[in-house]
T-cell receptor
Framework: DADVTQTPRNRITKTGKRIMLECSQTKGHDRMYWYRQDPGLGLRLIYYSFDVKDINKGEISDGYSVSRQAQAKFSLSLESAIPNQTALYFC???????????FGSGTRLTVV | AQSVTQLDSHVSVSEGTPVLLRCNYSSSYSPSLFWYVQHPNKGLQLLLKYTSAATLVKGINGFEAEFKKSETSFHLTKPSAHMSDAAEYFCGGGATNKLIFGTGTLLAVQP
């Protein structure tokens, strides 16, 4: 099994729908992150969490929310999806020393 | 504030020739710096990381990078490109507990 598992792998949804992307990890890491990748823009941080009771906004958090249900689970929600949220979304984890992130395989989200 | 800049969006080399992917950083603190690779339709894989132990860092698949504080650079190199190196490469830096990425460099390897 992968260290960091993202579900679903691909999703097409309609404008205005609520959608949740899920991430679970078996690394035992405290820290978890959500990034989105857009061509030419690299990866941008949406939200991050250093433990279950700690949630922080990244550089592009508007339109997104997160939930850290357990140390191993960190989900990303789009309350009302819009087309410019079409992107590849990555979950990542790291230990407290931060030296090296482990990424999931990504969720490709298309909002039509 | 910290930032990471990848100076080239596309690099094309011939198989067997050297690879140079450029990355500059800006940080008020001594940063941790990384290079990741992303093959088509895949996630990101860590190539190498700098954590102040040594300025020349060796990674997987023959890649290495040198931290040059005077130039605020962390360029990625490989002596001889292989077709399997064709991918997108991301430089990242983390000095404030979260990783910031550059915009990526797409490496093409010509036969």
């Amino acid at each position: 099994d992968a260290d960091v598992t993202q579900t679903p792998r691909n999703r097409i949804t309609k404008t205005g729908k609520r959608i949740m992307l899920e991430c679970s990890q078996t690394k035992g890491h405290d820290r978890m992150y959500w990034y989105r990748q857009d061509p030419g823009l690299g990866l941008r941080l949406i939200y991050y969490s250093f433990d279950v009771k700690d949630i922080n906004k990244g550089e592009i958090s508007d339109g997104y929310s997160v939930s850290r249900q357990a140390q191993a689970k960190f989900s990303l929600s789009l309350e009302s999806a819009i087309p410019n949220q079409t992107a590849l979304y990555f979950c990542a984890t790291s230990g407290r020393d931060q030296y090296g992130y482990t990424f999931g395989s990504g969720t490709r989200l298309t909002v039509v | 504030a910290q930032s990471v800049t990848q100076l080239d969006s596309h690099v094309s080399v011939s198989e067997g020739t050297p690879v140079l992917l450029r990355c500059n950083y800006s940080s008020s603190y001594s940063p941790s710096l990384f290079w990741y690779v992303q093959h088509p339709n895949k996630g990101l894989q860590l190539l190498l990381k700098y954590t102040s132990a040594a300025t020349l860092v060796k990674g997987i698949n023959g890649f290495e990078a040198e931290f040059k504080k005077s130039e605020t650079s962390f360029h990625l190199t490989k002596p001889s490109a292989h077709m399997s190196d064709a991918a997108e490469y991301f430089c990242g830096g983390g000095a404030t507990n979260k990783l910031i990425f550059g915009t990526g460099t797409l490496l093409a390897v010509q036969p």
